[in-house]
């Protein structure tokens, strides 16, 4: 995986401009790749990259884009440098000078939104395969373990680490290899085991069908560790379940079903003797592309429904159809794990579960702790060298 983007990084500086056509409102483009793109006037001054318009040690903007006239059109452009650069004067005599590769990399005339990360792969039980594994040594201490760790992370959704040392304190080392750990109502970390006065059924050993932890924040946390510590209890296997091959699924078979997820909020709710956690969202929710972006879904914490007379029958028919699907046998992945091992996954796509369990057979003792998502893409592109402008 991360060996192809290397490549896709060098192809990118072969890159060159073949031609351009210019209008009034944008410069079409043809790439020596066979593409070809419009670039708004207004677009391409804004990204003059020279001093004078980004800070040289920050990359920030300094150019005032709502300074610059709305019709600007350059005075002069052409190709330099073997086709390499594009060249261009403005009407008051400021020059800029952009990269093919740069324009190819950011070309959105009929492309979707880019984040800079890695496709996505929806999975079932069919098409995984092995599970998506890495060695926690591998995360401490390469970079190269790190990147590909967090490259299933994204692409997957889930990664199972293991051979980290069954002790109080490791999963919070490993867990800031990729960011800041995530604070919340439950602590920095936790402790997920059979507990005498739980706020929360994960602290008893009942089943917990499959979920997404604290879909009653605005923010639920995004990277989940759960590392396991004993597990010597009878039951309490553990599930894992991909909420966007999930959605996926209910959209080609059920498409108004997947349409009023998207659309009615799911009302939730985390109470206690200290909180009253609120937060409504859909419980699929899109992105600008129209990609899913995040699952909620934790029927335990929907608070008192509220919806429009239509929608309330709507909201239950639609949660209903994905919950059918969701516990279809091809969905669930089903393992124990075991002490030693860290099941970390996207909380706000891959759903997690567990069976119930036997509290009188044997100790489960796992330990857990968020990291958001943010963390952990911009530990990808630093890695990937990608941070620049
Ligand atoms: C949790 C949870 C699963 C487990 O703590 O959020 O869902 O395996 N735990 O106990
Ligand atoms: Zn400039
Ligand atoms: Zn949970």
């Given at each position: 995986?991360?060996?192809?983007?290397?490549?896709?990084e060098?192809?990118?500086?072969?890159?060159s401009?073949?031609?351009?056509?210019?209008?009034?409102?944008?410069?079409?483009?043809?790439?020596?790749?066979?593409?070809?793109?419009?670039?708004?006037w207004?677009?391409?001054?804004?990204?003059c990259?020279c001093?004078?318009?980004?800070?040289?040690?920050t990359?920030?903007r300094?150019v005032?884009?709502f300074?610059?006239?709305p019709?600007?059109?350059a005075k002069?452009y052409?190709?330099?440098?073997?086709?390499?650069?594009?060249?261009?004067?403005?009407?008051?005599?400021?020059?800029?000078?952009?990269?093919?590769?740069?324009?190819?990399?950011?070309?959105?005339?009929?492309?979707?939104?880019?984040?800079g990360?890695?496709e996505?792969?929806?999975?079932?039980?069919?098409?995984?395969?092995?599970?998506?594994?890495?060695?926690?040594?591998?995360v401490?201490?390469s970079?190269?373990?790190?990147?590909?760790?967090?490259?299933?992370?994204?692409?997957?959704?889930?990664?199972?680490?293991?051979?980290?040392?069954?002790?109080?304190?490791?999963?919070?080392?490993?867990?800031?290899?990729?960011?800041?750990?995530?604070?919340?109502?439950?602590?920095?970390d936790?402790?997920?085991?059979?507990?005498p006065?739980?706020?929360?059924?994960?602290?008893t050993?009942v089943?917990?069908?499959?979920?997404?932890d604290?879909?009653?924040?605005?923010?639920?946390?995004g990277i989940?560790?759960l590392?396991?510590?004993?597990?010597?209890?009878?039951?309490g296997?553990?599930?894992?379940?991909d909420?966007?091959?999930?959605?996926?699924?209910?959209?080609?078979e059920?498409?108004?079903a997947?349409?009023?997820?998207?659309?009615?909020?799911?009302?939730y709710?985390?109470?206690?003797?200290?909180?009253?956690?609120?937060w409504?969202s859909?419980?699929?929710?899109?992105?600008?592309?129209?990609?899913?972006e995040?699952?909620r879904?934790?029927?335990?914490?929907?608070?008192?429904?509220?919806?429009?007379?239509?929608?309330m029958?709507?909201?239950y028919?639609?949660?209903?159809?994905?919950?059918?699907v969701?516990?279809?046998p091809?969905?669930?992945?089903?393992?124990?794990l075991?002490?030693?091992?860290?099941m970390?996954?996207?909380?706000?796509r891959?759903?997690?579960g567990?069976g119930?369990?036997?509290?009188n057979s044997?100790?489960?003792?796992?330990?857990?702790?968020?990291v958001?998502?943010?963390q952990?893409?911009?530990?990808?592109?630093?890695?990937?060298?990608m941070?620049?402008?």
């Amino acid at each position: 995986m991360t060996h192809l983007k290397k490549e896709e990084e060098k192809m990118r500086d072969q890159v060159s401009l073949k031609s351009l056509t210019a209008s009034d409102m944008a410069l079409s483009i043809e790439f020596s790749t066979g593409l070809e793109s419009r670039f708004h006037w207004l677009w391409l001054r804004e990204n003059c990259h020279c001093a004078e318009c980004h800070h040289p040690q920050t990359w920030e903007r300094i150019v005032d884009t709502f300074k610059i006239d709305p019709k600007i059109k350059a005075k002069s452009y052409e190709l330099t440098s073997e086709g390499t650069i594009l060249s261009l004067t403005w009407p008051d005599g400021h020059k800029t000078e952009i990269k093919a590769g740069w324009l190819i990399d950011h070309a959105y005339d009929g492309h979707r939104v880019s984040n800079g990360l890695p496709e996505i792969k929806y999975w079932s039980t069919e098409n995984l395969g092995e599970r998506p594994s890495v060695e926690a040594a591998d995360v401490l201490d390469s970079e190269e373990g790190l990147k590909e760790f967090i490259t299933q992370l994204r692409v997957y959704g889930f990664s199972i680490v293991k051979n980290l040392a069954p002790e109080m304190g490791k999963v919070e080392e490993l867990a800031k290899r990729v960011g800041y750990l995530r604070d919340t109502h439950f602590g920095i970390d936790f402790t997920v085991e059979s507990k005498p006065d739980p706020n929360n059924v994960a602290y008893t050993s009942v089943e917990l069908k499959a979920h997404t932890d604290l879909p009653n924040l605005e923010s639920p946390p995004g990277i989940q560790f759960l590392h396991c510590l004993q597990f010597e209890a009878t039951g309490g296997e553990s599930i894992l379940v991909d909420g966007f091959a999930v959605a996926d699924q209910l959209r080609k078979e059920n498409p108004k079903a997947y349409d009023d997820l998207t659309r009615i909020p799911v009302n939730y709710r985390f109470v206690d003797k200290e909180w009253d956690l609120r937060w409504n969202s859909p419980a699929i929710r899109l992105d600008y592309n129209g990609e899913m972006e995040e699952i909620r879904y934790h029927n335990a914490l929907t608070a008192t429904r509220e919806a429009g007379f239509d929608d309330m029958t709507a909201i239950y028919e639609g949660l209903r159809a994905y919950t059918e699907v969701l516990r279809r046998p091809e969905f669930e992945l089903k393992f124990k794990l075991e002490p030693g091992e860290v099941m970390v996954f996207h909380n706000r796509r891959v759903l997690h579960g567990r069976g119930e369990f036997d509290p009188n057979s044997g100790p489960r003792m796992l330990r857990g702790c968020y990291v958001d998502c943010d963390q952990a893409w911009s530990k990808l592109r630093v890695l990937q060298g990608m941070n620049h402008l």
